[in-house]
């Protein structure tokens, strides 16, 4: 065997620094678990002023899915977890993607067979069975091949995998950071397979291997590996090498029962998007699906990707499963968008306020400055603001209204006052319509909402809107404004 090439290997792994990495495979959309822990992988290397890698784990090609690396990289750009070494970028242990390291596993395999930790297996075994190495170990015929005996098969060319082997005695201990110490009997995990009969890794292998000679300091990923952990623990004992730190995350239910999964229909991270979630919200309530500050900022809730970079810690991690839940997700998608200056609240609302106000008249900052503070998705903001283009057939009914003492008699005389006062207005906006409109209640001696609510409601034809009477008349226009409360008054008669 060529030792040279293992040194080599070593001697490429900085040292010294945590190193951490997200490491997707490529088999379908960015469900928020996986979010979750490439923001966890992430927030750990920027904490400890570490390296942040992103790997891509595409040995099983049977499950590749197209476009999904693709939704990968996306999802991260616009998260700004940035990496600072893989497949895009480089660096100094690549290549980063698994298939184009396919030449390497193979001699770990073998230098592993070589220390006793594998063997060769010639059994013909059907997939499944392979795989799950759902056979019993000790009566496995290739697991004591003598070294003739395998030299012999293999110089005949007969296909083969390479499976670990599994002490039948004794037992076996990892440690996670959330989890603790955990022991398992030797005797109940499975000589896995390492090589797989084309030569390509399994995935449990290839990420050993991978995460030692990246230099990672620190695993993070879902709980559901955690069965493989002592499996992964006697790869590294039986090469030599130090075992990272393990941070396995529990995982991200939809209720008490059930995982979130694309299946049933749980959102992704687009999805999230798509129904007018904010990027900073959505990562700020993920952050906490599963960690959660201590200390002095134990009462926090809001934290930008910069806080939590600076307070981000292990110990916040809990091994308790996290419940989604959308309608937490609004609340701070609201606190979100009401904290956004209001010329960038503008330019993220216009495409949405845009759906449904296609009158290039209406001044779309000025809707966007009376929806910041009513909305709490950026999805509700079509249906909220239609009104604006065109006015909803509406019921005479919604010019009573208790509360401003508002009745059908009130309405047709306040418009009959508020129709002539506006269109005496020189100049048309927010301050003169409500300087005049004071100016009436107070001639008229009634209360302003008597007044306002007829306006309003003859304004936008429905009994809920964003913003009262003065603003709606002020983007409607003069002329538009007019129209509608002469046609309220029509209707009254
Ligand atoms: N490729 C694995 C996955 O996508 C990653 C597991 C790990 O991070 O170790 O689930």
């Known amino acids: 065997m060529d030792m040279q090439f293992f040194v080599d290997m070593e001697a490429r792994i900085p040292k010294g620094k945590v190193r951490t990495r997200f490491a997707p495979s490529p088999t379908g959309y960015m469900h928020v678990g996986n979010l979750r822990t490439a923001l966890y992988t992430w927030l750990i290397a920027r904490r400890a002023g570490g390296t942040f890698i992103f790997r891509l784990e595409d040995t099983d090609q049977s499950r590749q899915v197209e476009g999904a690396t693709e939704i990968i990289y996306r999802t991260l750009g616009e998260c700004g977890l940035q990496h600072d070494e893989g497949p895009d970028i480089g660096g100094p242990v690549g290549p980063y993607i698994q ?38 170990r000790a009566e496995d015929p290739c697991r004591n091949l003598s070294a003739a005996e395998v030299e012999e098969k293999l110089s005949a060319g007969l296909p083969y995998v390479i499976r670990q082997k599994v002490p039948q005695e004794g037992t076996t201990t990892f440690r996670d950071v959330s989890y603790g110490e955990i022991t398992v009997e030797n005797k109940t995990l499975d000589d896995q397979v390492l090589l797989k009969r084309d030569g390509l890794p399994t995935y449990n292998f290839a990420n050993v291997v991978d995460d030692h000679l990246m230099g990672i300091t620190h695993v993070v990923r879902g709980s559901e590996y955690l069965s493989s952990a002592p499996k992964y623990n006697l790869l590294y004992e039986a090469f030599g090498w130090e075992i990272p730190e393990y941070v396995h995350c529990s995982p991200v239910m939809r209720d008490q029962q059930h995982k979130m999964s694309k299946r049933h229909g749980d959102p ?6 798509a129904q007018g979630y904010l990027t900073e919200a959505i990562l700020n309530y993920v952050a906490l699906l599963g960690w959660s500050p201590k200390g002095e900022i134990a009462e926090q ?7 939590l970079a600076e307070v981000f810690d292990l110990a916040g991690i809990s091994k308790s499963p996290a419940i989604f839940d959308l309608a937490k997700l609004d609340h701070f998608n609201a606190l979100y968008l009401r904290a956004m200056e209001p010329e960038a609240f503008a330019k993220t609302a216009e495409p949405y306020i845009r759906q449904s106000v296609k009158n290039p008249a209406i001044d779309v900052a000025a809707v966007a400055a009376l929806l910041q503070a009513r909305c709490e998705k950026l999805t509700d903001i079509p249906e909220k603001v239609d009104f604006f283009d065109a ?8 010019f009573v209204h208790k509360k401003s003492k508002s009745s059908i008699e009130s309405s047709r005389e306040m418009l009959d006052a508020a129709i002539p006062a506006l269109e005496a207005l020189e100049v048309w906006d927010a301050e003169s319509i409500h300087a005049a409109l004071m100016a009436l209640a107070e001639e008229k001696q009634v209360k302003n909402a008597l007044l306002m609510w007829p306006v309003r409601i003859a304004a936008a034809g429905k009994a809920v809107t964003p913003g009262g009477a003065v603003e709606i008349c002020a983007i409607l226009g003069r002329e538009e404004t007019l129209c509608r409360l002469k046609a309220g008054r029509e209707k009254l008669n």
Do not use: I, M, N
């Not at 809730?301 to 806080?307: D, K, M, P, Q």
């Not at 006015?391 to 919604?398: G, I, K, S, V």
């Open 301 to 307: 809730e809001v934290f930008s990707l910069s806080e």
């Open 391 to 398: 006015l909803p057939a509406y019921d005479t009914e919604l």
């Open 99 to 136: 298939t184009q390291r396919r030449d390497l596993y193979g001699k770990y395999a073998k230098l592993l067979v070589e220390k006793g930790a594998a063997y060769y297996c010639f059994c013909e075994k059907q997939g499944d069975e392979e795989e799950s190495a759902g056979f019993e």
């Open 268 to 273: 992704s991270y687009e999805d999230l998007r």
